[in-house]
């Protein structure tokens, strides 16, 4: 049986910094694509950065520079470092993988809402709140 578990949300302070982790369990894949997405209240889920086993990554326009994201292969786990927070990144944040390689849009930063419903394996999500 799968099981994506996210950890590290948090609140902070504009500016600071977190790191979100994520294992998936069950995933005896050699190929596969994770990715973290998040869903602000009011507003529509985005992909925030996704990677693969083939090393592409993508990631939204709006973290680039302040978001780093990284895959362990050999744990089936995804991190991603956030720094120089804003209250805008607060949000709900997913982790979700699915056993493909990432779908070409989304290494691009442009992850639709119908492509982001194809990854098959989402987490519970974990808070990440910033204040100004």
């Known amino acids: 049986q799968v099981q994506v578990a996210e950890s590290g949300g948090g609140s902070v302070q504009a500016g600071g910094s977190l790191t979100l982790s994520c294992t998936v369990s069950?995933?005896?894949?050699?190929?596969?694509?994770m990715g973290w997405f998040r869903h602000p209240a009011g507003k529509e889920r985005e992909a925030v950065a996704i990677?693969?086993?083939?090393?592409?990554?993508g990631y939204v326009d709006s973290v680039k520079g302040r978001f780093t994201v990284s895959l362990d292969k050999a744990k089936n786990s995804l991190y991603l470092q956030m720094n120089s927070l804003k209250p805008e990144d607060t949000a709900m944040y997913y982790c979700?993988?699915?056993?493909?390689?990432?779908?070409?849009?989304?290494?691009?930063?442009?992850?639709?809402?119908?492509?982001?419903?194809?990854?098959?394996?989402w987490g519970q999500g974990t808070q990440v709140t910033v204040s100004s």
């Open positions: 979700a993988a699915d056993p493909f390689e990432c779908p070409k849009s989304c290494r691009g930063g442009h992850c639709t809402i119908t492509i982001q419903d194809e990854f098959r394996d």
């Open positions: 069950g995933y005896g894949y050699s190929v596969f694509c």
């Open positions: 990677t693969d086993t083939t090393g592409d990554l």
